[in-house]
């Protein structure tokens, strides 16, 4: 197979859709994946003070708050972040006009 026929294939391979969504939804998964660990990660460290076989109430307390804010923070962010692709959307829209 020569150089020209594995662009073209590659270059089909890139125009399907089910390849596309299937990229999608992968990288969704990873994006996912990543958030758990950090607030994990995050959470872990601000909560527990001493690894013991059960959760005391304050640690439970604590890791509840904790995934709370961590989800109420990052939907704030995302919420942020498509307002402000809609007024960049908005405003390119208004030059173009």
């Given at each position: 197979?020569?150089?020209s026929?594995?662009?073209g294939e590659l270059g089909a391979a890139i125009n399907d859709p089910q390849l596309q969504h299937f990229i999608e939804v992968e990288t969704q998964k990873q994006r996912f994946q990543q958030?758990?660990?950090q607030m994990t990660e995050?959470?872990?460290e601000k909560c527990m003070?001493?690894?013991g076989p059960k959760l005391d109430s304050r640690a439970e307390t604590c890791f509840v708050n904790c995934?709370?804010?961590f989800i109420?923070?990052?939907q704030f962010i995302l919420n942020r972040l498509e307002q402000t692709q809609k007024s960049k959307s908005a405003f390119s829209e208004n030059l173009s006009d």
């Open positions: 197979m020569d150089s026929s594995a662009a958030l758990v660990h995050l959470c872990w003070d001493k690894p995934v709370e804010r109420d923070t990052s």
